[in-house]
C-alpha cells in the first residue's frame, strides 16, 4: 500500500496481448481496443480489468476522482499494487482528500497524486479570482486535463469509473474504447452497472466511499462547482448546476 506525489481467466474470445515495458504502436492499441469493446460487452467488471491489466501490466492504470474507490478495488483484485491516479485540483472537499489517503492506506494500490503546474494561488493571479465561476471550462482545462494527460504518458490504457445510468451523455459508454486524443485505450469495466450494482459492491466488500454520498452529493467534484442533488434529478445534476457545462474534460 504506497502513494506518491507527482506534478483470470478470459470471459471471451478476447486474447490478452502483452504488450510489454515500452509504448506500442497507436494504430495497433487502436484495433486492439475495437476488438475488446466487442468481445468483452458482457464480461463482468472483474474479467474486463484482468484483461487489461494481463495485457498492459504496469502500463495500465486506474484513475478516481474519489467519490469512492469500487473501480480502484476491483483492479487491486486482478492487479495488486495497480497505479491508482488521482488528480488534486486545490479545490477539492476534506473529505475527498480524506477518502484518497484512507484508499491509499487500507488497499493494495499505489495512489499516485497528479497536481496542475499552477497552484490555485498563481492560477488566479495570471487569470483573475473564481476562474471556476466565470470559465468553467478553462478552469478544467487547467486544472484537470492538462494534468492528466501529462500523467498518463507512461500508460498504455487507464480505466474510469463511468457508468451508463448516470447521464444521457454516458449512456453510450463502451466498456473497452480508444481515447483518441490521448491515443490510449480506455477501459470502463462497470459501464453497464447501475447505482444499485454499485451500492451492492460497496456493502459485499466494504469498500471506501465519499461521505458526502451519504450527505446529499450523488456525484463528488471540486467544491465551488458541486451541490447537493434534489429528488428526481440525475446523478450529474449538481455538477456545474445552472449552466449547460456537464462533463469536465476528462472523457470527451
Not at 96 to 104: E, F, L, M, N, S
Not at 121 to 133: I, N, P, S, T
Not at 161 to 181: I, M
Amino acid at each position: 500500500m504506497t502513494t506518491t506525489e507527482t506534478t483470470t481467466e478470459q470471459h471471451t474470445g478476447v486474447e490478452a496481448e502483452a504488450v510489454g515495458a515500452e509504448a506500442v504502436d497507436a494504430e495497433a492499441l487502436e484495433a486492439l481496443a475495437e476488438r475488446a469493446g466487442r468481445e468483452l460487452e458482457d464480461a463482468p467488471a472483474l474479467d474486463i480489468l484482468r484483461w487489461a491489466t494481463e495485457t498492459f501490466g504496469s502500463r495500465f492504470c486506474v484513475t478516481s476522482s474519489m467519490e469512492d474507490a469500487v473501480v480502484a478495488h476491483l483492479a487491486s483484485r486482478a492487479l495488486p499494487g495497480v497505479d491508482v491516479v488521482f488528480l488534486d485540483t486545490g479545490y477539492h472537499f476534506p473529505e475527498t482528500i480524506g477518502t484518497r489517503d484512507a484508499v491509499a492506506a487500507v488497499m493494495d494500490v499505489n495512489v499516485i497524486t497528479l497536481s496542475p503546474t499552477r497552484t490555485v494561488a498563481e492560477q488566479d493571479a495570471e487569470h483573475g479570482a473564481k476562474l471556476h465561476d466565470r470559465d468553467p471550462d478553462l478552469c478544467c482545462a487547467l486544472r484537470k486535463v492538462a494534468p492528466l494527460e501529462a500523467g498518463l504518458s507512461e500508460y498504455d490504457a487507464w480505466a474510469t469509473g463511468l457508468r451508463r445510468d448516470e447521464s444521457p451523455t454516458r449512456a453510450s459508454t463502451p466498456v473497452v474504447s480508444w481515447d483518441p486524443k490521448r491515443r490510449k485505450v480506455k477501459v470502463s469495466p462497470i459501464a453497464r452497472w447501475t447505482q444499485a450494482d454499485v451500492e451492492a459492491y460497496v456493502a459485499e466488500h466494504g469498500v471506501l466511499t465519499n461521505p458526502l454520498l451519504t450527505d446529499g452529493y450523488a456525484s463528488v467534484g471540486c467544491a465551488p462547482c458541486t451541490r447537493r442533488v434534489l429528488e428526481g434529478e440525475d446523478a450529474r445534476a449538481g455538477r456545474w448546476a445552472g449552466s449547460d457545462k456537464t462533463e469536465c474534460g476528462l472523457h470527451g
